[in-house]
């Protein structure tokens, strides 16, 4: 078991991410998204995100619970979450600013929270166990 503080942070930090895609997904799936200003076929290309995002929530909590076991495999499936951030985010990235999803009267400040938190914890990843 680690002693170390900011293995135990960064873990909180992976775990506390998985479940905000959970919490994400839950209130996503209960919503419409009837509102004008969403792009065609916004539901369709969200819709499918749900398998990656289930693929690195799980890689995330694997990785915390490795990490505090002290077991080397926690670091390689950090590098291997924080790509898979990396990529989550730039995709969120490019789609909200391709359709005017970063304006405050489309739900821009929590799509700019989104992309990142994603990017930040990546960074964090990179930084701490490359």
């Keep these: 078991m680690s002693e170390d503080v900011w293995t135990w942070i960064v873990a909180g930090w992976q ?3 998985a ?3 959970g919490g994400f997904w839950f209130a996503w799936f209960r919503r ?7 792009p065609a076929g ?4 969200e819709r499918v995100f749900v398998f990656p995002d289930s ?6 909590v694997v990785s915390a619970l490795l990490l505090i076991g002290g077991e080397p495999l926690g670091r390689s499936l ?3 979450a924080a790509g898979m951030l990396v990529f989550l985010g730039v995709i969120d990235l490019a789609y909200f600013a391709q359709h005017g999803m970063f304006a405050r009267e489309r739900e ?8 990142v938190a994603l990017l ?4 964090v990843l990179v930084a701490r166990y490359a």
């Design 42 to 45: 916004y539901v369709e290309h």
């Design 120 to 123: 930040t914890l990546a960074v």
């Design 19 to 21: 479940i905000g895609f």
């Design 78 to 80: 950090a590098l291997v």
């Design 108 to 115: 821009g400040i929590g799509n700019l929270g989104i992309v």
């Design 32 to 38: 419409p998204h009837v509102e004008p200003w969403l």
């Design 55 to 60: 693929i690195l929530a799980l890689t995330l």
């Design 15 to 17: 775990v506390a991410t």
